[in-house]
């Protein structure tokens, strides 16, 4: 649903109001240097459009949560991921490194936009979407 108004190509910032969000708050996303090589590209398209529509190209149709579910079916299998791996698992596995990797529970609950701190210490305790990505040697 993000459209590309919402990005800040100047500051490498993605702002989502709370219609979108999941705890229906204003967020403010800073983007790595290798999304917003793409993200810049975008900045020609019309302020309203979709950053993902038809064919994963910024458009005025928004792309369906099937349509991204079939992409992500052939991606897995193309990966041989095991079926059980969903596509939120990747999020799954970045705060799991995170919190693993020392950074404080509080900077991962807010970048996870979590609720509480108790909700992102379970990834303390989840290691099986880390363990299928050694497993298959997949690094992102």
Not at 38 to 56: A, M, Q
Not at 127 to 138: D, S, V, W
């Amino acid at each position: 649903m993000i459209r590309v108004g919402f990005i800040d190509f100047a500051e490498g910032l993605v702002t989502l109001p709370p219609d979108i969000t999941k705890n229906h708050r204003w967020r403010t996303v800073a983007l790595g240097d290798d999304v917003m090589s793409y993200f810049r590209t975008l900045s020609v398209f019309d302020s309203d459009f979709y950053v993902f529509s038809s064919r994963y190209l910024p458009g005025t149709r928004l792309l369906t949560t099937r349509e991204t579910g079939k992409t992500w079916a052939v991606m897995r299998n193309d990966l041989n991921l095991p079926s059980n791996f969903q596509f939120y698992s990747l999020k799954d596995t970045g705060i799991t490194e995170m919190l693993e990797s020392g950074m404080p529970s509080k900077m991962v609950k807010d970048l996870a936009d979590h609720s509480s701190l108790e909700i992102t210490e379970r990834y303390l305790h989840k290691t099986n979407a880390k363990k299928i990505l050694e497993q298959n040697k997949l690094s992102f």
